[in-house]
């Protein structure tokens, strides 16, 4: 069976190597990367099974990652961590985090939090299409066979 994949999206490259290694040792495959821009890039690129980010990061925060993230596929798994206040962890999770921890983090939480999401539903990625519609998009009526008045037919 094919690992699953994690991307780990952190500044601090001695936090994302001790991370990297901690999953890798349990049996994951994991990408890297530096930043949100990177992370965002590496996920359309290769879209992971989970992506763990740190909130407060240069260039893209983790929130913003978030959104974006969401707006790729709505039903993303993300892992929220951050060493600053409890309001910004309650932030991520609202906008879209399925978890959240707050650092420094306890590894064998992060290993259960990881199995725990890893364990839901395999992800289908070919069906996670942008979730975005263009604003002037209508949808063209459907040949469904009733008549003018009636109610379509349901499923």
């Not at 952190?10 to 190597?17: I, K, S």
């Not at 951050?82 to 962890?89: A, F, K, P, T, V």
Request: charged residues 25%; hydrophobic residues 45%.
């Amino acid at each position: 069976m094919k690992p699953a994949t994690i991307l780990i999206i952190e500044d601090h490259a001695a936090v994302r190597a001790l991370l990297a290694r901690v999953l890798e040792d349990a049996g994951y495959q994991v990408w890297e990367a530096a930043n949100g821009r990177e992370g965002l890039e590496r996920f359309r690129a290769h879209p992971v099974d989970l992506v763990i980010t740190d909130l407060e990061m240069p260039e893209m925060n983790g929130i913003e990652v978030i959104v974006e993230l969401t707006r790729l596929c709505v039903d993303v798994r993300v892992i929220a961590m951050s060493g600053l206040s409890g309001d910004e962890l309650q932030q991520a999770r609202l906008i879209g985090a399925r978890r959240t921890l707050p650092k420094p983090l306890d590894l064998q939480a992060l290993l259960q939090v990881v199995q725990s999401e890893l364990q839901q539903a395999p992800r289908e990625w070919e069906a996670c299409a942008p979730t975005m519609v263009a604003q002037d998009a209508t949808v063209p009526p459907r040949s469904s066979g009733t008549h003018e008045g009636a109610s379509p037919p349901l499923g």
